[in-house]
């Protein structure tokens, strides 16, 4: 059976997700620092006591705007991999699928630019990790099982591939020229995986 959400559960989704919105809009914009948390109750129509009761202030709602970029290039990658047939069609579909994240400004300003000294270098990468870590190491397994991988500790390798997918995706958010590194991010993946072929 179904739950019925009351007015009132209805209102605080409503109030928490036009905070999300606005965050990620300003954010995006102009990044964390330059917006302060009377900026964006402001733009959202709300109060500053809104903002903290759903996110404990400004680095709260940063956060939760992190969180649902990361969700959704997740869900973008699991969604490319899943839709591909050989093993080296979903790799390549998936990695396409991160590079494509990466490049969207959203995603590339707030996740990639701004989170590190937003939410401080070592809870990024907590939280990078909590996202696409599980998905990496589920992915190494198949790989490894269906014969398109070298059987390798598949804890090790994951943190090694996370490094480097991670360097990778900075340097595409970091390039003057995203497009051209995100072909070259394509290629440098591409050769360390075929290396690690079986």
Do not use: N
Not at 108 to 137: C, M, N, S, T, Y
Not at 162 to 185: H, V
């Amino acid at each position: 059976m179904t739950a019925v959400k009351t007015r009132r559960e209805l209102y605080a989704e409503s109030t928490r997700q036009a905070l999300i919105d606005t965050g990620r809009r300003l954010f995006a914009e102009r990044g964390y620092a330059a917006v302060s948390a009377e900026e964006l109750v402001r733009h959202a129509g709300l109060t500053r006591g809104a903002l903290y009761h759903h996110f404990d202030g400004k680095q709260g709602l940063f956060e939760a705007v992190f969180e649902e970029l990361e969700e959704s290039a997740v869900t973008a990658v699991t969604a490319a991999m899943t839709a591909a047939g050989a093993p080296e069609i979903r790799v390549k579909a998936g990695l396409g699928a991160y590079w494509d994240a990466c490049a969207s400004p959203e995603y590339r300003e707030i996740v990639l630019k701004q989170a590190p000294a937003a939410l401080g270098r070592e809870r990024w990468r907590e939280l990078d990790e909590r996202h696409f870590g599980g998905l990496l190491r589920e992915a190494l397994r198949t790989l490894m099982e269906e014969g398109f991988l070298a059987r390798h500790p598949v804890d090790l390798l994951s943190r090694t591939l996370f490094a480097t997918i991670t360097e990778l995706a900075l340097a595409i958010a970091e390039a003057d020229d995203p497009a051209t590194a995100r072909e070259e991010a394509d290629v440098i993946a591409a050769a360390l995986l075929s290396g690690l072929g079986a």
